[in-house]
């Protein structure tokens, strides 16, 4: 199979960025696919991915296998391709290496590549997926994705759609991002939960949320009075109040009983 004539895990990313146009033009040979032996981000990531998976494994305990495994095939009647970073020996799971800047974080890292790992677990039928990712030059992060079919089905609607445009030669316009919820799948062996209609939690949250902002108040009159103090006075006060400085020189507001 050419590259241009197949779906793959970053192409999946795309399609759900809405990047439908870009994608199009080359899957349909209007334009050649991006060099990427300019692109340094591109090449971090390749050239700290073996790195990435020794650390992995220093750190998890798990012996990474069957690395740069590719699949092929085909999902309804989209043509696929793809290659895994490795398999976990002795699991269901897989791996993917990523390599990022420091200003990222997990959640961005599972907002934007969630289309890809779950193609990547659908197409070598594993249960789940560990996304390893360095940031920057100081900090790792792993985490457990598992596989959720449900999504997984929900994005390859998205992705057959477009794939109809490359196969009628017609243009795609007016395509924006596609939004999937991702609060369903199973990071850590951990779920989110909707509470939204459990009334003593919301009742909770309520009382929590309405603290917090009196709280801000109090913070910012507490301020406000200690501005009002200037440096020659030891001690200012009113019926309801003192503000009044220590031996240190801070200033401790107390109440006035009467």
Same mark, same amino acid.
């Given at each position: 199979?050419?590259?241009?004539?197949?779906?793959?895990?970053?192409?999946?990313t795309?399609?759900?960025?809405?990047?439908?146009?870009?994608?199009?033009?080359?899957?349909?040979g209007?334009?050649?696919?991006?060099?990427?032996?300019?692109?340094?981000?591109?090449?971090?990531?390749?050239?700290?991915?073996?790195?990435?998976?020794?650390?992995?494994?220093?750190?998890?305990?798990?012996?990474?296998?069957?690395?740069?495994?590719?699949?092929?095939?085909?999902?309804?009647?989209?043509?696929?391709?793809?290659t895994?970073?490795?398999?976990?020996?002795?699991?269901?799971?897989?791996?993917?290496?990523?390599?990022?800047?420091?200003?990222?974080?997990?959640?961005?890292?599972?907002?934007?590549?969630?289309?890809?790992?779950?193609?990547?677990?659908?197409?070598?039928?594993?249960?789940?997926?560990?996304?390893?990712?360095?940031?920057?030059?100081?900090?790792?992060?792993?985490?457990?994705?598992?596989?959720?079919?449900?999504?997984?089905?929900?994005?390859?609607?998205? /992705? !057959? *759609?477009?794939?109809?445009? @490359?196969?009628? +030669?017609?243009?795609? &316009?007016?395509?924006?991002?596609?939004?999937?919820? $991702?609060?369903?799948?199973?990071?850590?062996?951990?779920?989110?939960?909707?509470?939204?209609?459990?009334?003593?939690?919301?009742?909770?949250?309520?009382?929590?949320?309405?603290?917090?902002?009196?709280?801000?108040?109090?913070?910012n009159?507490?301020?406000?009075?200690?501005?009002? /103090? !200037? *440096?020659?006075?030891?001690? @200012?006060?009113? +019926?309801?109040?003192? &503000?009044k400085?220590?031996?240190?020189?801070?200033? $401790?507001?107390?109440?006035?009983t009467?």
């Open positions: 199979m050419e590259r241009k004539g197949f779906i793959g895990g970053s192409d999946c795309k399609i759900m960025e809405g990047y439908w146009l870009e994608l199009w033009k080359v899957k349909t209007r334009e050649e696919p991006e060099n990427l032996m300019f692109n340094l981000p591109v090449q971090l990531g390749r050239h700290t991915e073996d790195f990435n998976l020794k650390w992995f494994t220093a750190n998890e305990g798990k012996q990474v296998v069957a690395q740069q495994r590719e699949f092929t095939g085909t999902v309804g009647t989209v043509p696929v391709k793809g895994i970073d490795g398999a976990i020996k002795d699991e269901r799971n897989i791996i993917e290496a990523k390599h990022t800047n420091r200003f990222y974080n997990m959640d961005k890292m599972l907002d934007r590549y969630m289309p890809q790992l779950q193609f990547y677990c659908h197409m070598a039928k594993a249960e789940g997926v560990y996304l390893s990712v360095i940031f920057g030059n100081s900090d790792w992060e792993c985490i457990h994705v598992k596989y959720n079919e449900e999504y997984f089905n929900s994005m390859w609607a998205v /992705v !057959s *759609d477009f794939w109809g445009y @490359v196969m009628r +030669d017609e243009q795609p &316009v007016g395509i924006e991002e596609t939004k999937l919820s $991702r609060l369903s799948i199973t990071l850590d062996d951990m779920e989110t939960r909707d509470a939204s209609f459990d009334n003593e939690f919301v009742d909770a949250a309520v009382t929590y949320i309405h603290g917090y902002e009196q709280n801000k108040v109090f913070k009159a507490e301020k406000n009075l200690k501005q009002m /103090v !200037s *440096d020659n006075e030891r001690e @200012v006060y009113c +019926d309801q109040l003192t &503000v400085r220590d031996k240190r020189g801070h200033l $401790r507001i107390t109440r006035r009467k």
